[in-house]
């Protein structure tokens, strides 16, 4: 078939498409009806109001913000946090397109609070069993050879098992962001100070006031970690570990060490604060499990769901988010029947290892009420399971590493609320 035979193809059916849909995706029809926030004089065929003087002169946002209009597309910060012992701020899931998220959206959580850290008075400290014991500038991790890579992160308390589990996707599963990370590989950097043949572990130590401390077993600090100061093309914010952090990719939040200042190479795990009286679940037969590093196949659909509302009958667009700590998203399933049946979601490209994914089912809804929900399937094999499956292995005392299922229900009105609420 020709290429030109083919193109016409899919016009014709891209037409077919939007005829049969018109009316559902409504108000594009000359004359319907439109919103009931427009003002008549600023819509066609007249010329609206902004185009009839000239706009902000240039330099009056030297770093440019979002239009004011989308002032709600902001970090989701409970009001009853405790700010200085453990603070959390949200990523705005359900308010994002693609698979980054913005550097202001980037969710926070520390246990301290945000240091203001000097980049000319901070110094990495690299010691322990190695050759040659070592002291960084920022200039110095500079020097070395830098690469690039997209990333999720994701907190491992995100969500705790405690009811209740929250009302939108934000609440859910928000302590989980995507950039684009640059720095070093730390690889490289051990190797500049040679390890001993004892090295097994690297406690990575933060700059901040809780001084966060966690024991990295040293295949990952070979293979993926990188030690990173800039994050989607600008230096990390402060709340993200200016200027420099630990990222180790696919590995629960905590382990990045944020605001990094020392690499101590050791034999054996240090068991600090953060690995035994925080980040370790007690499991059914009364045993700890503890350095459960990965973050676990995982997805949600994030439009529609939980805090909004469908208002039309027919096309709307399912869409959500995938990721996994082992590695690249396979396929990700969706139901929209209450997980009766399953169907293969769209997945966009690039599908990266350790990344968000994208997905897409198109889907019509005949404004009955339903229940939507996604399953993610990883290149392992692995399926997310629902939370009856990880509560019946886990049982009630565990609380990280939540990666159930999360489904939306839909009532005839089109309002969408948490199905496991
Ligand atoms: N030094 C230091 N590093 C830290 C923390 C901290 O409080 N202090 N919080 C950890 C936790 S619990 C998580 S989930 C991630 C959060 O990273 P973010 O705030 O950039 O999203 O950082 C980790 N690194
Ligand atoms: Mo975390």
Request: net charge neutral; proline share 7%; glycine share 10%.
């Amino acid at each position: 078939m020709s290429s030109t035979t083919n193109d016409n193809l899919a016009r014709a059916s891209r037409r077919r498409f939007l005829q049969g849909s018109t009316a559902a995706v409504g108000g594009a029809v000359l004359g319907a009806g439109t919103s009931a926030a427009a003002d008549a004089d600023n819509l066609p065929p007249n010329i609206p109001e902004w185009m009839k003087a000239p706009g902000e002169p240039m330099g009056s946002q030297p770093y440019g913000t979002p239009s004011p209009f989308g002032k709600n597309v902001v970090k989701n910060i409970s009001p009853n946090l405790k700010q200085y012992i453990s603070a959390s701020g949200r990523t705005p899931l359900q308010e994002l397109d693609g698979i980054i998220t913005p550097n202001g959206l980037f969710y926070e959580r520390h246990h301290g609070g945000v240091p203001t850290i000097d980049p000319a008075q901070h110094r990495l400290m690299l010691h322990g069993l190695v050759e040659r014991p070592l002291v960084f500038t920022m200039d110095d991790l500079r020097r070395f050879p830098s690469e690039s890579h997209i990333y999720f992160l994701e907190c491992s308390g995100n969500p705790v098992y405690t009811k209740p589990y929250g009302k939108t996707a934000s609440d859910l599963v928000g302590l989980l962001s995507c950039a684009e990370w640059t720095g070093v590989s730390l690889k490289l950097v051990l190797q500049e100070a040679g390890l001993k043949p004892e090295a097994k572990w690297v406690v990575a130590e933060g700059a901040d006031a809780a001084a966060l401390t966690r024991s990295i077993p040293i295949e990952k600090c070979l293979d993926d970690a990188m030690l990173v100061y800039s994050q989607n093309g600008e230096r990390l914010r402060p709340q993200q570990g200016y200027p420099v952090r630990l990222l180790l990719p696919g590995f629960e939040g905590n382990m990045n060490v944020k605001w990094l200042r020392r690499l101590h190479v050791t034999a054996e795990p240090i068991y600090s604060r953060e690995e035994t009286s925080k980040y370790t679940d007690l499991m059914p037969d009364g045993s700890a499990r503890e350095f459960s590093f990965y973050m676990e196949a995982k997805s949600i659909i994030t439009r529609p769901s939980g805090g909004q509302r469908l208002t039309t009958k027919g096309f709307q667009e399912i869409t959500g988010i995938a990721w996994s700590g082992h590695g690249k998203i396979a396929r990700v399933e969706v139901s929209v029947d209450g997980g009766k049946s399953w169907q293969d979601a769209q997945l966009q490209e690039p599908v990266l290892t350790r990344a968000l994914t994208r997905f897409r089912l198109p889907w019509r809804w005949d404004g009955q009420p339903a229940v939507i929900q996604s399953r993610a399937i990883d290149e392992t094999g692995y399926v997310q399971p629902t939370l009856a499956e990880l509560l019946a292995v886990r049982g009630e005392n565990h609380f990280y590493h939540n990666n159930a299922i999360w489904p939306w229900r839909i009532a005839a009105d089109g309002e969408v609320t948490n199905a496991q609420a």
